[in-house]
């Protein structure tokens, strides 16, 4: 069984930073890719960033410049350190690890930023 463990969401100032930690219970030599998405009241979830076993990383255009995916392959850890937060960036959000034999989910951290 997998099980992702995410922390380090919060309540923050418009402007603030907030870094999310995702780990993974065991360490794998499959890992496709890990990354993080959210999902905002009444909204699909979207993909925010993601990063390769490799380290290739991908962002959505509206954190691009922002935020930073970045991961550590040995403890099958992957970060998300968001700055200059803005209200729109209010969502849960959910880190995403996908393996040769299927994809895994978070159970999700809250992310609030006010005005």
């Known amino acids: 069984q997998v099980q992702l463990v995410e922390s380090g969401g919060g309540l923050v100032q418009a402007g603030g930073s907030l870094r999310l930690s995702c780990a993974a219970s065991k360490i794998f030599s499959s890992i496709y890719s890990m990354g993080w998405f959210r999902q905002a009241p009444g909204s699909q979830r979207e993909l925010v960033a993601s990063i390769t076993r490799g380290g290739s990383t991908n962002y959505a255009d509206s954190v691009k410049g922002r935020f930073t995916i970045s991961r550590d392959n040995a403890e099958n850890t992957v970060y998300l350190q968001m700055n200059s937060l803005k209200p729109m960036d209010t969502a849960v959000y959910y880190c995403?690890?996908?393996?040769?034999?299927?994809?895994?989910w978070g159970q999700g951290t809250q992310v609030t930023v006010s005005s």
């Open positions: 995403k690890l996908s393996l040769a034999i299927g994809d895994y």
